[in-house]
């Protein structure tokens, strides 16, 4: 972990990321739609699974959003798939690499996993991204499965016509590795990322 080149790694995620967020409308399948969020897909280049973008609007300010999902005091308050966090190094405010695990899924047809991600939060535009990517680190704790998250990360701008309110995009592309069919993975992945949205503004309300 010492020898992480952290300007290269952060410049070529903010760039994937931003790559990803260019993509034209006709290169994403629709996977669900529920409550105001919308979930697409399309092959990953990065692996064997899909790449996913979800979308939709979050009556706050941008930066208290952002400080809800990013590495910090907040997402383990109100993620309700994330049953551990740990910071194991920090290089900035900005800048760090967490571990986290995940709960089972699916009646336990996908086990608990464990992610060791390098995390990176900057500007974009009027707003925020805050992005990771997976780093290989020691052996899984006992009982998880180690997955991988391939470039991802989630976009924060304020609506140009009520500020005090903001577009979330988010782009996930995770490996969660283990035998599992790509259609167990496609459920629960399309499943958990609208369950994301509603568990973060039920944490953002007053």
């Known amino acids: 972990m010492d020898d992480l080149?952290?300007?290269?790694?952060?410049?070529?995620?903010?760039?994937?990321?931003?790559?990803?967020?260019?993509?034209?409308?006709?290169?994403?399948?629709?996977?669900?739609?529920?409550?105001?969020?919308?979930?697409?897909?399309?092959?990953?280049?990065?692996?064997?699974?899909?790449?996913?973008?979800i979308e939709g609007i979050v009556e706050d300010d941008y930066n208290r959003i952002v400080d809800y999902i990013r590495p910090g005091p907040y997402r383990l308050q109100w993620d309700s798939l994330m049953t551990s966090m740990d910071i194991i190094k920090e290089f900035s405010k900005e800048c760090c690499v967490m571990r986290y695990t995940t709960a089972g899924q699916l009646l336990n047809i996908i086990?608990?996993?464990?992610?060791?991600?390098?995390?990176?939060?900057?500007?974009?535009?009027?707003?925020?991204?805050?992005?990771?990517?997976?780093?290989?680190?020691?052996?899984?704790?006992?009982?998880c499965v180690r997955?991988?998250?391939?470039?991802?990360?989630?976009?924060?701008?304020?609506?140009?016509?009520?500020?005090?309110?903001?577009?979330?995009?988010?782009?996930?592309?995770?490996?969660?590795?283990?035998?599992?069919p790509q259609k167990t993975v496609d459920l629960a992945m399309a499943g958990s990322l609208v369950n994301f949205y509603s568990d973060l503004k039920k944490a953002l309300k007053p």
């Not at 500007?123 to 009982?143: F, K, M, N, S, W």
């Not at 470039?151 to 590795?177: E, K």
């Open 5 to 53: 080149d952290i300007p290269s790694k952060t410049t070529r995620l903010q760039n994937t990321l931003i790559q990803y967020h260019c993509m034209l409308e006709e290169e994403w399948c629709f996977a669900k739609k529920s409550s105001g969020v919308t979930a697409w897909r399309k092959p990953s280049e990065e692996f064997g699974g899909c790449l996913y973008k």
């Open 147 to 180: 997955g991988f998250n391939h470039p991802c990360g989630w976009f924060c701008v304020p609506l140009q016509d009520n500020p005090q309110h903001s577009l979330l995009t988010g782009y996930i592309q995770t490996d969660l590795r283990g035998m599992l």
């Open 111 to 143: 086990s608990p996993r464990e992610f060791v991600d390098f995390s990176y939060t900057t500007q974009y535009e009027d707003g925020l991204l805050t992005c990771g990517v997976g780093i290989e680190y020691e052996d899984a704790r006992p009982h």
